[in-house]
């Protein structure tokens, strides 16, 4: 059974930084990409960033620049680096395990959830 857990949400000034962390467990993790969504207030949710199991990465256009992915394969983790926050990036933000190794496009190119963790941008 496919588990993500994530971690490193919190309350940030907008301009700070937070780095997330997902730990994935129950499937071979370094045959799939592994992406990170968020879904804010009243918004459906996006696809913020992946990662494919050979450490190619695509980011959604409102956080290019400003995150970054990164995946250990011995460790089953995927981190997101967030810098130079924004209160437009308050949301829960979950992990997901992709259906194949490629960058998955959309969320259906998604399989698996994690529970989220919250992160909060405001002054």
């Known amino acids: 059974q496919v588990q993500l857990v994530e971690s490193g949400g919190g309350l940030v000034q907008p301009g700070g930084s937070l780095r997330l962390s997902c730990v994935v467990s129950?499937?071979?993790?370094?045959?799939?990409?592994i992406s990170w969504s968020r879904q804010a207030p009243g918004k459906e949710r996006e696809l913020v960033a992946s990662?494919?199991?050979?450490?190619?990465?695509n980011y959604a256009d409102s956080v290019k620049g400003r995150f970054a992915i990164s995946r250990d394969n011995a460790k089953n983790t995927v981190d997101l680096q967030m810098n130079s926050l924004k209160p437009e990036d308050t949301a829960v933000y979950y992990c997901?395990?992709?259906?194949?190794?490629?960058?998955?496009?959309?969320?259906?190119?998604?399989?698996?959830w994690g529970q989220g963790t919250q992160v909060t941008v405001s002054s």
């Open positions: 990662i494919s199991g050979g450490g190619l990465t």
């Open positions: 129950g499937f071979a993790f370094n045959r799939y990409a």
């Open positions: 997901n395990a992709a259906r194949s190794w490629f960058l998955p496009k959309t969320l259906a190119d998604v399989s698996s």
